[in-house]
């Protein structure tokens, strides 16, 4: 029996030894062996591949998802204020505080559906992101039934809805200006 301090590559790790698959083999022909090859199974040390190129996926679901999540929690946290007032006295300025807070939500969706999503077409992406609106609008005001001095409205649910829908909208307004630019500067 040999020690296990031996240098034999056998002895790294318990279990089979893969190589690569021939398609991976042929795609990286002049290798560094220092340098991580993506192996189809287990391997020893120089074959790990770090979390980034295994999930390329996982970075882009954050990097989309994770403004939405965190302008979400915003929303949580603002309707968890009591007696919170706008700063402004005007007819109906609570409405138009829905919409404008729930068009930047509209506008995070609609990019995040875009991105994970972007064989769909621009209406079902918008129907999506008013249906998302509306859900957590509905959820938000009965959140805030609960807060002292805020009041829950069927009214600013619908104010939340249409906010929504001005965001998926003004993204695709965006995203139309931005194809028109690259293909300028081309």
Same mark, same amino acid.
């Given at each position: 029996?040999? =020690? ?11 279990? =089979?030894?893969?190589? =690569? ?11 560094? =062996? @220092?340098?991580?090859?993506?192996? /189809? @199974?287990?391997? %020893?040390?120089? %074959?790990? $591949? ?6 390329? #996926?996982?970075? !882009? ?19 968890? +204020?009591?007696?919170? &007032?706008?700063? $402004? ?5 609570? &409405? *138009? ?6 068009? *930047?939500? @509209?506008? +995070?969706?609609?990019?995040?559906? #875009? ?7 621009? %209406? !079902? ?5 008013? +249906? ?21 409205? *069927? ?5 939340? /809805? $249409?906010? %929504? ?11 139309? &200006? /931005?194809?028109?630019?690259?293909? *300028?500067?081309?």
């Amino acid at each position: 029996m040999r =020690p296990l301090s031996s240098r034999d590559p056998s002895t790294s790790l318990p279990g =089979p030894r893969l190589s =690569p698959s021939p398609e991976i083999a042929k795609r990286f022909r002049g290798f560094n =062996p @220092g340098k991580a090859l993506p192996f /189809t @199974g287990r391997s %020893g040390g120089a %074959g790990r $591949v770090s979390p980034r190129e295994k999930n390329p #996926h996982r970075l !882009k679901f954050l990097k989309f998802w994770f403004p939405v999540f965190l302008y979400s929690g915003i929303i949580f946290w603002a309707s968890s +204020l009591p007696n919170l &007032k706008p700063p $402004v006295d005007f007819f109906n300025i609570d &409405k *138009v505080c829905h919409i404008l807070e729930y068009a *930047v939500l @509209g506008f +995070l969706l609609a990019r995040a559906f #875009h991105v994970q999503y972007p064989a769909w077409s621009a %209406g !079902k992406t918008w129907r999506l992101v008013a +249906l998302c609106a509306f859900l957590y609008g509905i959820s938000d005001e009965y959140h805030q039934s609960f807060v002292p001095g805020r009041e829950s409205a *069927v009214f600013d649910a619908v104010a939340d /809805t $249409v906010g %929504g829908f001005l965001g998926a909208y003004l993204y695709s307004v965006f995203l139309k &200006k /931005t194809r028109s630019t690259q293909k *300028v500067g081309l």
